[in-house]
């Protein structure tokens, strides 16, 4: 008999307190209801699995048996093309066609380019006493992103792309994302008129971009758009060309910058870990070589730490298309169902001491995909994961290297919502000093 786990009551005040204080409603309902739990929600009920024997269960379910959760409220965010809306087939299709770009040799291609942006971007924000962590990171990820994706070097275009991009992430408010009611456009002044008239600013910036792409193919992203065919020779229309290029600019600038802006402020609030970081970093000179700075052990694990302690995306919802077996229970179809990211990370018979910053615990013992998952897992895991765990390591080691911060506030930041993403309060404003030579100790 199809049932659902027992759980909070009161749909708008669940919705309400899953918009303003996630962490502290799922950490509430985990000790109240256990490893898996009914959050009703505005758009339906949604059951977080909490446990890695649960997270297991949706993950290696069958593909057909789960399709991507409430398509109605995010259609009109990301488009009906985009990878995230797509389920069976057509996703798998897709997701062979977009995720080479983001591996291997061609990832690797983009080390040099990676340091340098990060370079640059760190000298501008040291000519001011006092730079936001955040702003920093946000900068070098979109840079980082337009080149992979569009092939885009020209500065005036990279800041009209990344001017576009940032206008309409930041018009995509949390109330937005999550209530469908508010996706009106009533005569073109609410907010959501607002986030749409940015979507069609970016588009245009877009389809010029297509144009350039198409008479002069590059390596990029979109010229490997605009060249794939289908099954009957068909090609991608410029409507899903767009829902795609929205999806990776969107999915990949912001995550990875917050991140970074969360690792850069642990780091500074354990100097024990920041003084082997720096040992480790000093050992491949002051201008390291970026591909030895993404083998370093040490920095891999402080930027795994950082992504286990203040997950970046806090679950990573899909909906039973048929009864769905999790556990004792079996969910309808329709129902959410959502690995909790964030629950997992804090369990602390998997991490002692769950709430403080230990990068050695990832040098210590490996975790399975079901007891460490930032990038999600199964047939919808990140396709962007290795490259943002690639380009991590790359600028907080150039930044590491080269750079003293110091954090200029005294309480750690609290985690607070983007839209789907959760990040640090504040951005964490810091102040920048070049480190003199005399100071490292460089491997004689
Ligand atoms: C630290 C940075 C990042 C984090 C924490 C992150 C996290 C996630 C998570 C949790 C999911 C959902 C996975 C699931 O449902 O199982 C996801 C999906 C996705 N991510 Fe990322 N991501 C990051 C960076 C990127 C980058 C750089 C890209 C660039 C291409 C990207 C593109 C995507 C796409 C396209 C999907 C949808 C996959 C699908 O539905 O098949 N992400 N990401």
């Known amino acids: 008999m199809s049932q659902l786990p027992r759980g909070p ?38 059951v977080m699995a909490g446990s890695p024997a649960s997270v297991q269960d949706v993950m290696t379910a069958p593909p057909d048996a789960l399709v ?29 066609l977009l995720t080479p770009p983001f591996h291997g040799d061609r990832m690797r291609a983009y080390a040099a380019a990676m340091a340098d942006v990060a370079a ?33 070097e020209e500065p005036s275009r990279m800041s009209a ?25 009533l005569g073109g002044l609410g907010p959501y008129a607002r986030f749409r008239r940015r979507v069609e600013h970016l588009d245009a910036l877009c389809r010029e971009q297509i144009e350039r792409a198409r008479a002069a193919p590059g390596d990029d992203i979109l010229s490997l758009l605009v060249a794939a065919r289908y099954d009957d020779g068909s090609s991608m229309s410029d409507q899903a060309i767009f829902d795609e290029l929205r999806t990776l600019l969107f999915a990949g600038h912001e995550t990875t910058a917050l991140a970074l802006a969360w690792a850069l402020d642990h780091a500074h609030r354990h100097p024990t870990v920041l003084a082997r970081l720096r040992d480790e970093l000093d050992a491949l000179g002051p201008e390291p070589d970026p591909e030895r700075l993404a083998a370093l ?10 992504l286990r302690l203040h997950p970046i995306v806090t679950e990573a919802p899909r909906m039973a298309a048929q009864p769905f077996r ?22 602390p018979e998997l991490y002692p001491e769950p709430s403080r910053f230990r990068p050695e615990r990832f040098l210590e013992r490996k975790y399975s995909p079901f007891e460490y998952l930032p990038f999600g897992g199964g047939n919808r895991r990140c396709i962007g994961a290795a490259f943002a765990m690639f380009e991590m390591k ?28 959760l990040g640090p309060a504040g951005g964490v404003p810091l102040a920048l000093r070049a480190r003199g030579r005399a100071a490292l100790r460089t491997a004689a």
């Open 161 to 185: 792309f990344a001017r576009a991009i940032v206008a309409m992430t930041d018009a995509l408010t949390p109330a937005l994302t999550f209530l469908p009611v508010l996706q009106r456009e």
């Open 9 to 46: 009551q009161g749909r708008l005040l669940t919705t309400y307190q899953f918009l303003t204080r996630p962490i502290e409603l799922l950490s509430r309902c985990a000790a109240t209801y256990g490893d898996v739990f009914n959050v009703p929600m505005y758009n339906g009920d949604v």
């Open 68 to 96: 991507p959760y409430a398509t109605k409220s995010i259609a009109p965010l990301v488009g009906e093309h985009s990878l995230v809306m797509l389920s069976g087939e057509r996703h798998r299709r897709e997701r062979k």
């Open 120 to 152: 640059r971007r760190f000298a501008e924000a040291a000519r001011a006493p006092r730079a936001v962590a955040q702003d920093i990171t946000q900068a070098i990820s979109l840079d980082v992103i337009l080149r992979a994706v569009f092939g885009v």
């Open 394 to 421: 790359i600028v907080l080691g150039v930044a590491l290297s080269a750079w003293e911060f110091r954090l200029l506030d005294e309480r750690p930041p609290r985690p607070v919502r983007r839209n789907l993403t």
């Open 297 to 306: 052990p040490y920095l891999d694990a402080v930027c795994k730490e950082a």
């Open 326 to 347: 999790l556990g004792e229970h079996t969910l309808p179809p329709g129902t959410g169902v959502a690995p909790c990211i964030l629950l997992v990370h804090h369990r």
